[in-house]
């Protein structure tokens, strides 16, 4: 527990940077990027959780792929 806590700790406290790394005509993107990897982390865990190891290996190009095609357009 205290290595997902460290892990989700330096996780936040480093990704707010990609939020404001963008341009002067800047989208929603950054943002997006940032909400959208937090779900798809929660979305992972508990498929570890629930269905173990095995399962995790074949969701994860899902779910990653469903994360990058819900953002928003540059």
Do not use: Q
């Not at 205290?2 to 800047?26: C, D």
């Not at 990897?37 to 290996?57: C, N, R």
């Amino acid at each position: 527990m205290k290595r997902a806590a460290m892990l989700s700790a330096g996780l936040l406290g480093s990704l707010p940077t990609l939020a404001l790394a963008a341009e002067h005509n800047a989208s929603y993107r950054g943002i997006g990027m940032l909400y959208f990897f937090i779900i798809g982390a929660v979305l992972l865990y508990g498929v570890y959780d629930s269905f173990g190891k095995t399962a995790t290996y074949v969701a994860t190009p899902i779910i990653l792929a469903w994360c990058y095609w819900m953002l928003p357009p540059i």
